[in-house]
């Protein structure tokens, strides 16, 4: 190996690091409490070391955004794989939306709420964004003719409840019956702007 390629790989653990352990302490404490003087005392670097791997505090959010948009879109292809039907896989996906964000709250704020400087619907937009629009746009692509804006609903349904169900304001209990009305909504609609 040559010095270059170990200087490469040193680099990218010395960023796994970072990334982990911001995501460590932001689930502990909340994303307040992740600052770069922090991070730099828990993985034992100095703060310019880790300026030299992320320009700000918003670049670490970032890349831990990214992390888990990918653990994200896993979630959801499981869940459609294991669906029975297409009506089930709509049911499963909205299911494994809503247990990601609650069951992990400070990587779902990260990537949907706190500012980065990710952007959908560009031209640019990260593969690993594009993948998880793709894993919801999977489900709903059957029932619609403009899957993208069938889809961009149905996630902007899904985020409202995590985000309603998340802080308390709605009952949990009846997390079945609203799911059951967003995806009888997607049917309704989809076969409605395709006849």
């Not at 670490?60 to 994200?72: C, K, N, P, R, T």
């Not at 909205?94 to 560009?122: G, K």
């Not at 990260?126 to 489900?139: I, K, Q, T, W, Y």
Request: net charge negative; hydrophobic share 50%; aromatic share 8%.
């Amino acid at each position: 190996m040559g010095i270059a390629e170990r200087k490469g790989r040193d680099r990218a653990e010395r960023e796994q690091r970072i990334v982990a352990a911001a995501r460590v302490i932001a689930e502990r404490e909340g994303w307040d409490a992740v600052t770069i003087r922090r991070l730099a005392n828990e993985i034992e670097y100095s703060q310019p070391v880790l300026y030299a791997h992320f320009e700000n505090r918003t670049a670490i959010v970032s890349a831990v955004a990214v992390e888990g948009f990918q653990e994200f879109t896993l979630a959801l292809r499981e869940a459609a794989l294991g669906a029975t039907d297409t009506g089930n896989a709509l049911k499963a996906v909205a299911l494994a939306y809503l247990a990601f964000a609650l069951s992990r709250p400070a990587l779902y704020e990260a990537m949907f709420i706190l500012p980065t400087d990710l952007r959908f619907a560009v031209g640019d937009t990260r593969p690993e964004l594009r993948a998880a629009f793709g894993a919801l746009a999977a489900v709903v692509a059957p029932f619609c003719v403009d899957t993208d804006l069938m889809t961009e609903t149905f996630w902007a349904a899904l985020h409202g409840l995590a985000a309603l169900e998340g802080s308390g304001r709605i009952r949990p209990s009846a997390r079945d019956a609203r799911i059951s009305l967003v995806i009888q909504a997607i049917v309704v609609c989809g076969n409605d702007a395709s006849a």
